[in-house]
């Protein structure tokens, strides 16, 4: 590396033309990047009117819960997450309990399942004698919501079991629980909501990130799910609305919601249909390191999102090119970068070069596409 003087006592950084490294990774539970995998498989011999839906943490079985035949169905997945590999296992009636389930939930252990009943306004608490295996399933307990929502469609747990969080219809909002006992939904006492109405009024399916900094709602009216920010993760009061996807062109009546465990597949159940369908939910990051130098190449596979680190100090200035080899996917560059023209360029399907300068440590870039199309 070599520097020198130029105008205002900014020091120029450069690197000789070598080039710089850079890494390719992905961001899991991003419905910015959301996809249909154009995978499904229909519930409807089972169940006509799907209402949840939960996955086993391996991916290999998945339950399905309804108010047709008031029942929890259980099926096996011949490949782990890959919804059209489902089968048939058997099912459970949940009728002695409550004639209209509509949300299901497994403890991590596989031996408790959750049922929410919207006809008597409560959860209900099974034991599994055989983990994981619906039809070895007892009641053991049952715990009332009809003081926060007398229309609940789905109970959610934090995953040391010490929160339950209900989502109402008749409310539109998501209710928030301790456990003073982890587990137990006898020791839940409520202690705060939050209303989901200005984004969805017929709510029907509840999921949160495992590290509780997101929630996603999907919802009936505008068949879509709702994802949520949680500045404070787990608590509910500091939910604010992010952004949604549209699951329309799928079904029209999305009820239960799921992720995968690294977040890279979303699932819903859909009642119009009667089946469940399976998304990518995968962003796609490229990240330039520019203390290796001012050169730099990649290929995206998707849409991807590009982060510049280590430029120089504040007061040295570093000049460094970009060269995309594109397939025509979106690419987002990061928010601190002004443009030529102050617009973002739209990537296309060729090969196009970037260039870029900064004098601020990085607070600021200077960006333009010098070509496209490039041989």
Known sequence: MEAFKIKNGITATRYLGSSGADGSG??????????????????????TTPQGLF?????????????ASDSVHEYNLGTAWDISTSSFV???????????????????????????????????????????????????????????????????????GTKMYVLGDAGTDVNEYDLST??????????????????EISPNGLFFKPDGTSMYVSGGSGQEINEYDLSTAWNISTASFSRVFSVSAQDTTPSGVVFKSDGTKMYIVGGLNDSIFQYSTALLTQTLDLSTGTTFSFTPSGATTVSFTNPPASGNAIGFSVEVVGDG????????????????????????LYTFVTVDGGTTYYGKKAAEGVA
């Open 26 to 47: 992905s961001e899991g539970y991003d419905l910015s990047a959301a996809e249909y995998d154009n995978k499904s498989f229909s519930v409807a011999s089972q169940e």
């Open 55 to 67: 996955f086993k943490p391996d991916g290999l079985k998945v339950y399905v819960v309804g108010s």
């Open 90 to 160: 058997h099912s459970f009636s949940l009728a002695g309990q409550d004639n209209s389930p509509t949300g299901v939930f497994l403890k991590p252990d596989g031996n408790t399942l959750y049922i929410t009943g919207q006809e008597n306004d409560n959860v209900y608490a099974y034991s599994l004698s055989t983990a994981w295996d619906i039809s070895t399933a007892t009641l053991s307990q049952s715990f009332s919501v009809s003081s926060q929502d007398t229309s609940p469609r789905e109970a959610f747990f934090k995953p040391d």
């Open 182 to 199: 982890s587990w137990d939904i006898s020791t839940a006492s409520f202690l705060q909501n939050f209303s989901v109405s200005s984004q």
């Open 329 to 352: 996917s979106a690419i987002t560059w990061p928010d601190s970068v002004k443009w030529d023209l102050a617009t973002a360029p739209t990537a296309t399907a060729s090969k196009e």
